[in-house]
């Protein structure tokens, strides 16, 4: 059993019968009254943040998830195919798992699959950055750079973000995976 003491940042833990991973943690301790601490929690199935408060009194159960790394190899209808690392396993992840990220995700790149206790898969972390191909973009206009924004564009896995007026079709640019902007052009 674990105790507000205990919470840090990463940790996964049973908590309104569902495993939820602590994004960010503030120890407070008021002049009056006993210290307590504000949390917000990710629902590692559904992505779903929530705000909680735990006093020094409350306990909860830490899940030990495994983390594998796994290569992205490539993707069959409604499965994307992985393989381990380590001993060359093949093993066909359902889309709904993925979610979202599978337009961040680029053939032959390393990713990390989380697994419960039970075998369960419970989602997937990518690398913080990628590096992907601008496939569409609207045209440069001369005189466009001097506002702060920008144009939509498409890169090779169909993403759609806004780039700089400079970036046009075909160049290569940085993306944070965790947002899904623009970092930079890449080299």
Do not use: W
Request: hydrophobic letters at 40%; aromatic letters at 8%.
């Amino acid at each position: 059993m674990a105790t507000m003491a205990d919470i840090r940042n990463g940790m996964i833990i049973e908590f309104k019968d569902d495993l939820f991973e602590v994004v960010e943690f503030l120890h407070v301790k008021p002049g009056k009254g006993p210290a307590f601490m504000r949390t917000k929690l990710k629902n590692v199935r559904t992505g779903k943040v929530l705000e909680n408060t735990f006093r020094d009194s409350d306990v909860f159960n830490e899940v030990r998830v495994e983390r594998r790394k796994m290569e992205f190899l490539y993707r069959d209808g409604e499965f994307f195919v992985m393989m381990d690392s380590e001993n060359y396993e093949q093993m066909h992840l359902d889309a709904h798992v993925i979610g979202d990220l599978d337009k961040l995700m680029l053939e032959n790149m390393e990713v990390t699959i989380l697994f419960a206790p039970n075998g369960e898969i419970l989602g997937i972390e990518l690398p913080v950055t990628v590096v992907q191909t601008i496939a569409e973009c609207e045209p440069n206009v001369k005189g466009n750079t001097a506002s702060g924004s920008g144009k939509t564009a498409y890169t090779e896995t169909g993403l759609r973000l806004t780039v700089p007026f400079f970036v046009e079709s075909g160049d290569k640019v940085k993306i944070d995976t965790r947002t899904g902007d623009y970092i930079e052009r890449a080299n």
